[in-house]
């Protein structure tokens, strides 16, 4: 299995970006996370999507701004951001998880497929 990010850019305040997450040869739809970490932090939970795409979680920062979204057929799963902060900056990783449980969604380690990162800039 293989995920490809991309989307990301340099935006200013109040911008949007749309980043999307296609995970190749992923024989069956899996939950799917985003996550970021920026410069000197550690990596954080951002959202996610249950496997049917019914469930949707998000930390409390992005709620209201960002909105995962997938695509099964197209084995994508989109994340829109609106609204866009300076503390959004960082580089965003989609992740799978075959498991996936909504006890776990957050946990950057129950994700067992990762892709390579896209580099979200937000300039005030």
């Known amino acids: 299995v293989q995920l490809q990010a991309s989307g990301g850019g340099l935006v200013q305040v109040g911008d949007s970006l749309r980043l999307s997450c296609v995970a190749e040869?992923?024989?069956?739809?899996?939950?799917m996370g985003w996550f970021r970490q920026a410069p000197g932090q550690q990596r954080e939970f951002v959202a996610a999507?249950?496997?049917?795409?019914?469930?949707?979680y998000y930390t409390d920062s992005v709620k209201g701004r960002f909105t995962i979204s997938r695509d099964n057929a197209m084995k994508t799963v989109h994340l829109q951001m609106n609204n866009l902060k300076p503390e959004d900056t960082a580089v965003y990783y989609c992740?799978?998880?075959?498991?996936?449980?909504?006890?776990?969604?957050?946990?950057?380690?129950?994700?067992?497929?990762w892709g390579q990162g896209t580099l979200v800039t937000v300039s005030s």
């Open positions: 992740a799978a998880d075959p498991a996936f449980s909504v006890a776990y969604y957050r946990d950057y380690r129950r994700y067992n497929y």
């Open positions: 040869r992923m024989l069956r739809p899996a939950g």
């Open positions: 999507i249950s496997r049917s795409g019914d469930n949707t």
